[in-house]
C-alpha cells in the first residue's frame, strides 16, 4: 500500500479529522493552564513586591529616612544578583540606597507599576536582556522608592511550561497519527480485499464470496450482507442461465434432426422449385442452430467455466493464424488485410481457442462491411504493459450511438438488418475479452471502424 493510498483513505482522513480536533482542544486547555500558571506566578510576585512596599513604608514612618537607607541596604545586599530590586532615590532621582543604579526610563501606569528592561547580571559572558517588573512608593519630601522583581526566573518557567506544553502536544499529535495510520492501513487492507473479490466476482466468478474475520464488526457485517445479496443473483442467474441451456439443449436437437429431414428431402425432390424452398428451409434451420451455438457458448463463457483452461500463449502467433485464415477471403473481395505486429514480446495468459474465435469475429465483420478494394489492419503493440490489439477497417463504421449497444445480444444496426448473422458476435466477443479481464472499445476509423482490445 502507498503513502497516497493510505493519505486518501477515509480511515486516516478521519484520524486526521479527529487529530485537528484535539489538537485544538489541546491548545485550548494548553493556553489555559500556561495563563493560569504564569499569570499566578505574576500574581504573587506582584503581592510579594506590595507586601515589601508596605514594610519599607513602616519603617520610614517609624525611623524616618536613616532607617529606611539601612533597611534597603540590607535588602539589597541580601539578595544580591537576585531577583528583588531597590531603589531610593533622592528628589534629583540620584541613587541613595539600593542594587539598582539608575532610574528606570519607564513610564508608570496609573497604580504606580512601571516595566522595564534589566541585563542579567548574574551572567557576565552571555548578557541577556529580560523583562522586569516593579512598583513605585513616593515619600516624603519628594523622595521615590522603587521596589520590584527581576522576571528571569519567570520568564525561565514560562519558557520551560510553554516548551513542554509544545512537545507535549506535538507527541500527541505524533501518536495520533502514527494509530490514524495503523487504524487506516488495517481498514485499507479490509477493503482491498473486499474490492479483489469483488473484481474476481466482476470478471466471471460468481462462486467467489467476501472473506470474514469473524471479528463481528461493520466489515464483518457488510461482507455478511454482500455474500447473502451474492448468493441470491446467483441463484437467479443460474435460474435464468438453466432455463436458456436447456432451451438451447432442447431446440438444438429437434432442429438438427429437422435439417437432416430436409437434407433428406432435398435429394429426393425433382423440381427445382420446391428444391429451392428446401434449401432456404435448410439455411434457416442452419442459422437457427448457429444461433443456439453462440448463445450457449457464451453463456459457457461467462459461467467462467474456461478460466480454468488457460495458459500462456503466443500473442503474435495466434495474430499471424487469424491474418492468414482471412486472407483468401479479403482477396476474394479485392480487399487488403494487413498484419501489423508491433514491439508487443510479453506473455498473455488465456484460452487460444476463444481468443482466436474472437479475433475471428471481428476480422469476419470487418471483411463483411469494408468495401470491395477496402483496407483492413489487423495490428498488436505493447501500451502501459498491456497487449493492444487492433482490428481497423475502412467500411462504413457504427455510429457513436450505437457503440456501446452493439454489444448486446441480438442488437443490430439498422444498416446491417439485411446482411447475413444473428446479432450474437460482439456479445461473444465481450464475453471472451471480460473472461481474460481484458478491456474492449470501439472508436472512429475515420473512415471506418476500429475496435482496441487491452489484455
Not at 25 to 50: D, H
Not at 278 to 291: C, G, K, S
Not at 342 to 358: I, M, T
Amino acid at each position: 500500500m502507498s503513502p497516497r493510498q493510505l493519505i486518501r483513505s477515509a480511515p486516516f482522513r478521519l484520524a486526521l479529522a479527529y487529530v485537528a480536533l484535539f489538537s485544538v482542544s489541546s491548545i485550548v486547555l494548553l493556553a489555559f493552564i500556561y495563563w493560569s500558571t504564569a499569570g499566578s506566578m505574576v500574581a504573587q510576585a506582584e503581592e510579594t513586591i506590595e507586601a515589601e512596599i508596605s514594610g519599607l513604608a513602616e519603617r520610614y514612618r517609624l525611623t524616618g529616612l536613616g532607617g529606611l537607607v539601612d533597611l534597603v541596604e540590607a535588602r539589597a545586599s541580601h539578595s544580591g544578583a537576585g531577583s528583588s530590586l531597590y531603589l531610593l532615590v533622592d528628589p534629583g532621582y540620584h541613587h541613595i540606597a539600593g542594587n539598582l543604579q539608575g532610574w528606570p526610563a519607564a513610564q508608570a501606569d496609573e497604580k504606580g507599576w512601571i516595566r522595564f528592561k534589566l541585563e542579567d547580571r548574574r551572567d557576565e559572558t552571555n548578557q541577556r536582556v529580560h523583562e522586569a517588573r516593579a512598583k513605585i512608593f513616593p515619600l516624603r519630601g519628594e523622595y521615590r522608592i522603587l521596589v520590584g522583581r527581576d522576571f528571569h526566573d519567570i520568564e525561565s518557567i514560562q519558557r520551560r511550561i510553554v516548551s513542554t506544553l509544545a512537545w507535549g502536544l506535538a507527541i500527541t499529535a505524533a501518536l495520533a497519527l502514527i494509530g490514524g495510520a495503523l487504524v487506516g492501513r488495517s481498514r485499507i487492507r479490509r477493503l482491498a480485499e473486499i474490492n479483489r473479490t469483488i473484481g474476481e466476482i466482476m470478471a466471471g466468478n460468481l462462486s467467489r464470496r467476501i472473506p470474514r474475520r469473524r471479528a463481528g464488526d461493520e466489515f464483518d457485517r457488510l461482507s455478511t450482507n454482500l455474500n447473502k445479496m451474492l448468493d441470491e443473483i446467483q441463484r437467479l442467474m443460474d435460474g435464468v442461465r438453466q432455463v436458456s441451456d436447456s432451451i438451447a439443449h432442447d431446440l438444438r436437437t429437434p432442429l438438427a434432426r429437422l435439417r437432416n429431414q430436409l437434407e433428406l428431402l432435398h435429394e429426393a425432390e425433382r423440381d427445382e422449385e420446391k428444391r429451392r424452398a428446401v434449401e432456404l428451409a435448410i439455411q434457416d434451420a442452419e442459422n437457427l442452430l448457429t444461433t443456439f451455438t453462440a448463445l450457449l457458448r457464451i453463456a459457457q463463457i461467462e459461467s467462467g467455466a474456461r478460466r480454468e483452461g488457460f495458459a500462456e500463449l503466443d500473442l503474435p502467433g495466434l495474430l499471424k493464424d487469424v491474418a492468414e485464415y482471412y486472407e483468401p477471403l479479403a482477396e476474394e473481395r479485392s480487399q487488403t488485410l494487413r498484419l501489423v505486429l508491433g514491439d508487443w514480446d510479453g506473455p498473455v495468459s488465456g484460452d487460444r481457442d476463444l481468443l482466436f474465435q474472437a479475433l475471428a469475429n471481428l476480422v469476419d465483420n470487418a471483411v463483411k462491411y469494408a468495401p470491395s478494394g477496402g483496407r483492413i489492419t489487423l495490428g498488436l503493440e505493447s501500451e502501459g504493459g498491456r497487449a493492444r490489439i487492433t482490428v481497423a477497417d475502412s467500411g462504413a463504421g457504427i455510429p457513436r450511438a450505437h457503440r456501446q449497444r452493439v454489444f448486446e445480444r441480438f442488437y443490430r444496426v439498422d444498416g446491417s438488418r439485411n446482411t447475413p448473422g444473428n446479432g450474437l458476435g460482439l456479445s461473444l466477443v465481450e464475453a471472451v475479452i471480460r473472461l481474460h479481464g481484458g478491456e474492449i472499445r470501439l472508436e472512429d476509423n475515420a473512415p471506418g471502424l476500429r475496435v482496441l482490445i487491452l489484455l
